[in-house]
């Protein structure tokens, strides 16, 4: 039987570029959490964009018979905050808003997505929980 050191394959292109290294499932369950921890810690967070310029010609053309709100619940975990852009860290990340008034967030704690609809004399609120695949 191979050592764990010659159970690695390196695996490169057709034109010899080195690709990365391909770790067999019994050593990757040994490793596995010091590998994540380690490309964590290496790996710059990334900035997100949020389409802030959106909910702000949402805002410019706001007429509906209430002001504008900042409250954000999520009903599957229960997080929720009175003014989701004063947060830091952002417990809410914007997704999107359009100008007919539907405003939608993703919850930070599960992932699910917060969506609020804006009609003229109500907001109506849906929370849908973050598919299996997609929150891993």
């Avoid at 570029?17 to 369950?29: D, H, K």
């Avoid at 994540?36 to 900035?47: C, F, G, H, I, N």
């Avoid at 539907?102 to 004399?121: D, G, I, N």
Wanted: net charge positive; hydrophobic share 40%; charged share 25%.
């Amino acid at each position: 039987m191979k050592n764990k050191a010659q159970s690695l394959v390196k695996m490169y292109t057709a034109t010899g570029e080195f690709l990365g290294v391909f770790i067999p499932p019994e050593l990757w369950g040994q490793i596995k959490a010091p590998v994540q921890e380690a490309v964590e810690r290496l790996t710059p967070p990334q900035a997100v964009k949020e389409p802030l310029a959106d909910l702000e010609l949402l805002k410019q053309h706001w007429d509906f018979q209430y002001p504008v709100d900042t409250d954000v619940q999520c009903k599957i975990c229960g997080a929720e905050t009175p003014d989701w852009a004063a947060d830091d860290p952002r417990k809410f990340l914007l997704k999107a808003a359009s100008l007919g008034g539907l405003v939608s967030y993703e919850c930070q704690t599960c992932k699910a997505r917060v969506k609020k609809m804006h009609f003229k004399r109500e907001i109506c609120v849906e929370c849908v929980p973050c598919p299996a695949k997609a929150c891993k």
